[in-house]
């Protein structure tokens, strides 16, 4: 099982993993998902990450706040909420 079919979205069958698992194209779409953040040449933009005390959304405020993005996260717990600062703390 590669890291993509880890994601729990993808483990409930997310629409769009669907379509590429049936054509056995895993490794496009994950292709495909780093090509379209990496298009993401500007820096200084704001983004919005909810869901981001883990998976995807942890991934994806550390990869735009490297790439010099002012990033906001919403999480739901206040305990989860200190570990991802501290955890992208430590990143930096």
């Known amino acids: 099982m590669n890291a ?7 483990q409930r ?3 769009s993993h669907r379509d590429y698992k049936k054509r056995g194209k895993v490794d496009e779409f994950v292709n495909n998902f ?3 953040l990496s298009d ?3 820096t200084g933009k704001r ?3 909810t869901g981001a005390s883990s998976g995807i959304g942890l991934s994806l405020v550390e990869q735009l706040a490297n790439a010099g993005h ?3 996260i919403t999480v739901r717990d206040a305990e989860k909420a200190s570990f991802t600062r501290e ?3 430590e990143k930096q």
């Not at 993509?4 to 993808?10: D, F, R």
Request: a positive charge; aromatic letters at 12%.
């Open 4 to 10: 993509l079919e880890q994601w729990p979205w993808v």
């Open 13 to 15: 069958g997310g629409a």
């Open 34 to 36: 780093r090509r379209r």
């Open 40 to 42: 993401m040449t500007t």
């Open 47 to 49: 983004v919005l990450i």
């Open 70 to 72: 002012e990033v906001t």
């Open 87 to 89: 955890f992208l703390a």
